[in-house]
């Protein structure tokens, strides 16, 4: 009996023909998809599963608008998959910290996104894990610190070119994206590289457009296509391809950078970020469970020149257009600037607690500029349970900093810009829940360094210039999501205070 099977199969095969056999396969082929796609058990629930591209969002609003929409159908935890990728989102600042910070070693890895690996390799700070991860972040953590001695000192010599080439627009409108950008990567750049460069220096212009242009992509519909389908996509040519390019040309300059240090490297001098890497290798050559080599110190370093470019400049930008968008809330932070600093001195950190209006006002920018709304995804290392649900080791977590900037339940205001969300008495008021540098073992090693250049910038240009919007170009808040959520480009008259 089973051996006239196959016989059988063969011949219904023959009389099957071509389109037939296609409609077969193919259907099979989404069966198949469909099945590996079933959440396991006791999984967070979401929308509904299709084959292959997995959960529909509504794409007529940007991603984590559309997620935080989910909440309200699957409260602070559900599931969604994105072609291959498969996520669990964690809503809500309770839900956030029991994963971040009460299961802070379960969350510490990054996920394999497949733009981010391919771009990195596993190496660097942003998306290593285990063993390269922790040597990289202690050691990046410390020079940090080491280096946080003259942060300040930095930051308050650049806001002087800063207020310079402003001064340059007089009054007229203008953007304010590369002028900010360029100062911000000039801090990460000393800091890195032990220099500067010129506002109008074209290589160092080229390298910020293509780091923009890089994150852009990366957050594009065409870098999650890439991220939902990899196998496909690595073969198709797209948009997406400049990022590979931009990417060569970021390294081939850090590379040069490198070469340089190593020239000249002074053993008995402290020098900058790259100089203590190169130390750090010769300190570990023959130990050959050491992660110090080039190819981490390059990752490393384009991870810090990102990260620490595009974040902080982001959140000054949208201070600007909150400044130009509520003109009775900027006479008052440079009422507090008058007072506290005056005209003939440059800002200091030491004025930021006399200046608690400011800090609130700043603490606001952070929480409606929201610059990091998904913020970085994590994957769990070993199974575990997260509000009563079955995490298998390898799930990957998007915590929706999202859901806790904009809380019904914690802001009085949510939806407007209102610094009173952290004052108290004529006090700047902490607030537990206020989470955009994220928590746990992965939460941002450049939050020190990135209050410091918000406090300063902010307080040196609202101290030379009052912040207008063109009469024919009333702000919006309109932005784009890329890996940060930043205003779409806007033009802004500086006028000078006398
Ligand atoms: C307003 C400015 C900034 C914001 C809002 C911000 C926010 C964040 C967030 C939300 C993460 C993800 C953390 C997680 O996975 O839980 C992160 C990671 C990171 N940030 Fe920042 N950041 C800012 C400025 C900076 C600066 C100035 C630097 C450079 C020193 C920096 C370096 C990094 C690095 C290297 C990571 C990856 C850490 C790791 O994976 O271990 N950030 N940041």
Redesign the pocket.
């Known amino acids: 009996m089973e051996l006239q099977v196959w016989p059988d199969l063969v011949s219904l095969l023959e009389k099957l023909n071509g389109w037939t056999l296609l409609v077969v396969l193919v259907t099979s082929l989404l069966i198949i998809d469909l099945v590996k796609k079933r959440r396991p058990r006791n999984f967070p629930p979401g929308p509904q599963l299709f084959p292959l591209v997995g959960t529909f969002v509504d794409l007529k609003q940007p991603l984590h608008l559309a997620l935080q929409k989910l909440t309200g159908r699957y409260g602070n935890i559900f599931s969604v998959q994105f072609g291959s990728l498969t996520f669990v989102v964690v809503n809500g600042y309770q839900m956030v910290r029991e994963a971040?910070v009460h299961q802070a070693e379960i969350f510490a890895d990054?996920p394999n996104i497949p733009l981010l690996q391919e771009i990195f390799k596993g190496f660097g700070?942003?998306s290593s894990n285990g063993h390269i991860?922790r040597q990289q972040?202690k050691f990046?953590s410390a020079t940090?610190k080491t280096i946080a001695v003259s942060f300040e000192e930095k930051v308050q010599e650049e806001s002087r070119y800063l207020v310079e080439t402003i001064e340059e627009e007089k009054g007229q409108p203008f953007d304010p994206h590369y002028k900010i950008n360029s100062a911000v990567s000039n801090i990460?750049c000393s800091i890195t590289f032990g220099n500067r460069f010129d506002y109008h220096d074209n290589r160092f212009q080229e390298l910020l457009h293509s780091l923009a242009e890089t994150l852009l992509l990366i957050g594009s519909f065409w870098g999650q296509l890439y991220n939902a389908f990899p196998l496909v996509m690595r073969w198709l040519p797209g948009p997406f391809r400049k990022i590979f390019r931009h990417w060569e040309k970021l390294q081939y300059f850090v590379k040069e950078v490198i070469a340089k240090h190593k020239e000249n490297l002074d053993q008995s001098e402290a020098g900058d970020y790259i100089d203590c890497y190169l130390k750090e290798i010769e300190k570990f050559k023959g130990d050959t469970s050491s992660y110090f080599h080039e190819e981490n110190l390059l990752c490393s370093t384009l991870?810090?020149f990102l990260?620490?470019t595009e974040?902080?400049a982001t959140?000054i930008r949208w201070a600007l257009l909150y400044m130009a968008a509520y003109p009775h809330i900027q006479e008052k932070v440079q009422l507090e600037i008058e007072t506290v600093i005056g005209q003939s001195r440059q800002p200091m950190m030491a004025d930021k607690e006399n200046m608690p209006y400011t800090s609130a006002v700043l603490s606001e920018v952070?929480r409606m500029g929201n610059?990091?709304p998904l913020?970085?995804p994590?994957m769990s290392t070993s199974d575990t349970t997260l509000a009563g649900f079955h995490l298998p080791k390898g799930t990957t977590l998007m915590?929706s900093?999202t859901s806790i900037m904009f809380d019904k339940n914690v802001w009085e205001t949510p939806d407007t810009f209102n610094p009173e969300h952290f004052l108290e008495n004529g006090q700047y008021r902490r607030r537990e829940a206020f989470l955009?540098?994220?928590?746990?073992k992965?939460?941002?090693?450049?939050?020190q360094?990135?209050r410091t250049?918000?406090f300063i910038f902010f307080t040196a240009l609202l101290q030379k210039f009052t912040f207008q919007a063109p009469a024919a170009a009333p702000p919006t808040f309109a932005f784009t999501l890329s890996l940060t959520r930043c205003p779409k480009p806007f033009q802004i008259c500086a006028l000078p205070r006398d």
């Open positions: 971040l990054r700070l942003i991860w972040r990046a940090l990460i991870d810090l990260t620490g974040t902080t959140a952070l610059v990091v913020g970085v994590r915590t900093l955009p540098f994220s928590a746990g992965r939460a941002c090693p450049g939050e360094l990135a250049e918000l």
